[in-house]
């Protein structure tokens, strides 16, 4: 499919195991309207830890109870957590009900915290707190200013999937396992020098994307991604499945995707200021003449 909706899922799975070392605090959401396949690309990614998943069969949903996702995301240590179709629906009390969820789920991955909670001898609850990553899918995103900036939005329509190439891939998922097998294999053999330096790393990408303009949290989603993609390639380049040149062009057309889709999220998380919706709003019931201005 179009690389702007697969290289931020496909990044996102490889930046999963390292997420002990970078402890990425962004949620992946996958945004379509119905028959985009956005369950279905979702499932296929999460191959890459299993093969028994499909858009049936995904380990969350957003009909599950806020502590239960609060406890997987604190169990799926170093993998990501899919949690499937955000549908606020149109009964307005649940759909509050949602956007609670929603805030105090992304929240929760936002600043890798858990919910501190009591027992009724006053004794403190195990808090869970999440240690992978975060990726979930629905026809609209949630609303509210502060866990806007905590997510990276990928747009799928009907058009970016080629579904005769998906219909092989899903022929085929269990490749994606025994890719990430070899992958975490990698990994475990440069361990000390990752913990040294992948984190310095990750922190001189994000200084170069804050030449772009937009919310300073999404500096670090770039960054997350980014070294997410960049192991993948180093992975790939040195098993042979790649040459050089196509991983430096690959390379770079991440950090350009990635810095665009993060400057779209951007424009949504403005839209999101409080200040802004209240002249929004105000503006329009102006225009109903439901609110009037006179001066005295």
């Not at 985009?36 to 009909?63: I, Y």
């Not at 509210?144 to 939005?153: D, P």
């Given at each position: 499919?179009?690389?702007?909706?697969?290289?931020?899922?496909?990044?996102?799975?490889?930046?999963?195991?390292?997420?002990?070392?970078?402890?990425?605090?962004?949620?992946?959401?996958?945004?379509?309207?119905?028959?985009?396949?956005?369950?279905?690309?979702?499932?296929?990614?999460?191959?890459?830890?299993g093969e028994k998943f499909d858009e049936f069969h995904l380990p969350a949903a957003w009909r599950d109870t806020e502590n239960k996702l609060e406890k997987l995301l604190f169990l799926t240590k170093d993998l990501p957590l899919?949690?499937?179709?955000?549908?606020?629906?149109?009964?307005?009390?649940?759909?509050?009900?949602?956007?609670?969820?929603?805030?105090?789920?992304?929240?929760?991955?936002?600043?890798?915290?858990?919910?501190?909670?009591?027992?009724?001898?006053?004794?403190?609850?195990?808090?869970?707190?999440?240690?992978?990553?975060?990726?979930?899918?629905?026809?609209?995103?949630?609303?509210?200013?502060?866990?806007?900036?905590?997510?990276?939005?990928?747009?799928?329509?009907?058009?970016?999937?080629?579904?005769?190439?998906?219909?092989?891939?899903?022929?085929?998922?269990?490749?994606?396992?025994?890719?990430?097998?070899?992958?975490?294999?990698?990994?475990?053999?440069?361990?000390?020098?990752?913990?040294?330096?992948?984190?310095?790393?990750?922190?001189?990408?994000?200084?170069?994307?804050?030449?772009?303009?937009?919310?300073?949290?999404?500096?670090?989603?770039?960054?997350?991604?980014?070294?997410?993609?960049?192991?993948?390639?180093?992975?790939?380049?040195?098993?042979?499945?790649?040459?050089?040149?196509?991983?430096?062009?690959?390379?770079?057309?991440?950090?350009?995707?990635?810095?665009?889709?993060?400057?779209?999220?951007?424009?949504?998380?403005?839209?999101?200021?409080?200040?802004?919706?209240?002249?929004?709003?105000?503006?329009?019931?102006?225009?109903?003449?439901?609110?009037?201005?006179?001066?005295?």
């Amino acid at each position: 499919g179009s690389l702007e909706v697969m290289l931020p899922l496909w990044a996102a799975m490889y930046l999963s195991p390292l997420s002990e070392i970078l402890e990425p605090a962004f949620t992946v959401f996958v945004v379509g309207a119905s028959g985009t396949f956005k369950s279905t690309l979702t499932a296929l990614s999460l191959n890459h830890f299993g093969e028994k998943f499909d858009e049936f069969h995904l380990p969350a949903a957003w009909r599950d109870t806020e502590n239960k996702l609060e406890k997987l995301l604190f169990l799926t240590k170093d993998l990501p957590l899919v949690i499937d179709d955000w549908a606020p629906g149109q009964d307005s009390a649940k759909a509050r009900e949602m956007e609670v969820k929603a805030e105090h789920v992304i929240r929760a991955q936002g600043n890798r915290q858990g919910k501190g909670r009591l027992r009724s001898d006053t004794s403190s609850r195990k808090t869970y707190m999440p240690r992978g990553m975060l990726v979930t899918s629905g026809e609209q995103l949630p609303s509210g200013f502060s866990h806007t900036a905590r997510i990276f939005t990928v747009e799928v329509e009907r058009d970016d999937i080629d579904l005769e190439r998906l219909s092989a891939a899903q022929e085929q998922k269990y490749l994606y396992s025994a890719a990430m097998t070899h992958y975490i294999l990698w990994l475990q053999e440069r361990s000390s020098e990752l913990k040294k330096g992948l984190s310095e790393q990750w922190r001189l990408w994000r200084e170069q994307a804050r030449a772009e303009q937009m919310h300073p949290r999404l500096y670090g989603e770039i960054a997350w991604l980014y070294a997410g993609l960049t192991m993948a390639l180093d992975f790939v380049l040195e098993s042979g499945v790649i040459d050089s040149t196509e991983a430096v062009e690959m390379s770079k057309k991440g950090w350009d995707l990635f810095v665009k889709l993060a400057s779209e999220q951007g424009i949504r998380v403005e839209e999101q200021r409080p200040g802004k919706r209240f002249i929004e709003v105000l503006g329009s019931l102006i225009d109903q003449g439901r609110v009037v201005f006179w001066a005295k």
